[in-house]
């Protein structure tokens, strides 16, 4: 007979949870796969943990994304249940999702993310430029490099104005950690207000950007993107098309820092690059847990039963820091074959902007050990402020000197 747990508060169990989850995490597996807990906002929700009960959850239909149709918005946002900005693939479940992404797919292909490429590179020598002009050898390098980069890759890619993207970084931010409830609204309503005028612009005249493809794709069938779910996409690939870069740049960077030994390695044999960046996302990834699942009839796993109507988080960041699957997995080590890792998720919602992001990643990195061969940290990891919530894995700035 399963057992009814106890909620766990994870503030209680560690009040350094927001900069260092993982020794929790780690607690937590010890005890079994599924936790009913209280999280740092004061939210009760059940959490997965460990890399096979992680994996088996992302693929389990009782653990639904559609909250538009299967569940009461209120409980993860400050949105309307009918909002178009939430029209979209990651709030969805098949047979909707398997429409969503394939007409998403057909316009953001390989060969349009690899003809970025030169592009990246233009935008990512342009940002170490201006770093390298500041005659007091310091910045901030989230605000300097790792946010501008993937903000302007994925803004040109959709065909979103320069002047508008400042606002862009404002609304994201509260999307994916509020500030307060009113902010978040005020995102939401902002958002797809300007969305709608720019869609209407590109619709009457196309250019040959990603936004552009969207609107005027149609498949075999007939098929194509209603109004809000132009929106809902725009949205979701803004969002998601750099909150994931900017992060792994700043983790991995912080990673490197805290492990001299192995940014020495890296910086003489740039050839480790690829796995560098596998093993980066691994450690210590971008995204600390999935975003809420839905559990659409009673689930038990582990022992423990998942009420129908909660709120289930599957917590990535734990998945692939567990010994069961890595081995020494709280070493952070470039050569480490990290292959399997679930830090892009699992199943029919992997990332579709991996390739996006691991291009962009292997550029900016690459860019940046070669041009500033003395990149050293300036703070320590307890000194930074931290991304508020438990999806995004960051810290808001990241302090450097050369």
């Not at 790792?146 to 959709?158: K, R, Y």
């Not at 590109?202 to 005027?216: C, E």
């Not at 194509?224 to 994931?244: D, F, K, Q, Y």
């Amino acid at each position: 007979m399963a057992l009814k747990p106890a909620v766990v508060d994870l503030l209680e169990l560690s009040p350094d949870f927001v900069r260092n989850p993982y020794p929790v995490y780690a607690k937590l597996r010890e005890l079994g796969p599924v936790h009913h807990v209280r999280t740092p906002d004061g939210e009760e929700l059940w959490l997965v943990v460990g890399h096979e009960a992680c994996r088996t959850a992302f693929t389990d239909p009782r653990l639904s994304r559609d909250w538009r149709r299967s569940g009461d918005m209120s409980q993860i946002i400050n949105a309307d249940q009918d909002h178009p900005a939430l029209a979209h693939m990651l709030m969805s479940d098949p047979p909707d999702h398997t429409r969503l992404r394939r007409l998403v797919a057909r316009e953001f292909t390989p060969r349009r993310i690899d003809a970025l490429a030169p592009r990246i590179q233009e935008v990512t020598d342009g940002l170490l430029d201006a770093m390298a002009a500041d005659g007091e050898r310091r910045t901030d390098l989230i605000d300097a490099f790792a946010f501008p980069l993937p903000m302007t890759v994925i803004c040109e890619l959709l065909g979103v104005p320069e002047l508008d993207r400042d606002a862009f970084r404002g609304w994201s931010n509260e999307m994916v950690a509020r500030t307060s409830p009113e902010a978040e609204a005020r995102a939401y309503e902002e958002m797809p207000r300007y969305l709608t005028g720019l869609i209407e612009a590109k619709r009457a005249r196309p250019g040959d950007d990603l936004l552009s493809g969207m609107i005027h794709t149609v498949d075999e069938g007939g098929d194509r993107l209603s109004a809000a779910e132009l929106i809902g996409m725009c949205v979701l690939l803004l969002i998601a098309g750099h909150e994931t870069t900017v992060n792994m740049i700043g983790n991995g960077m912080r990673a490197l820092f805290a492990h001299p030994d192995q940014l020495a390695d890296l910086r003489a044999d740039l050839g480790l690059l690829d796995g560098a960046i596998e093993e980066m996302l691994r450690y210590d990834g971008p995204v600390e847990t999935c975003t809420q699942r839905l559990a659409l009839k009673d689930v038990e796993m582990g022992g423990t039963v998942i009420p129908s109507g909660s709120v289930v988080l599957i917590t990535m960041a734990d998945a692939d820091r567990d010994p069961a699957r890595f081995q020494d997995p709280d070493r952070f080590d470039i050569r480490r074959d990290a292959r399997g890792h679930i830090a892009f998720g699992h199943g029919l919602h992997h990332c579709l902007g991996a390739p996006l992001a691991r291009l962009e990643g292997r550029i900016a990195l690459r860019s940046l050990l070669e041009r500033f061969p003395g990149l050293a940290a300036e703070a320590e990891d307890a000194g930074l402020s931290w991304v508020p919530g438990m999806l995004i894995r960051g810290v808001r700035e990241l302090p450097v000197r050369w």
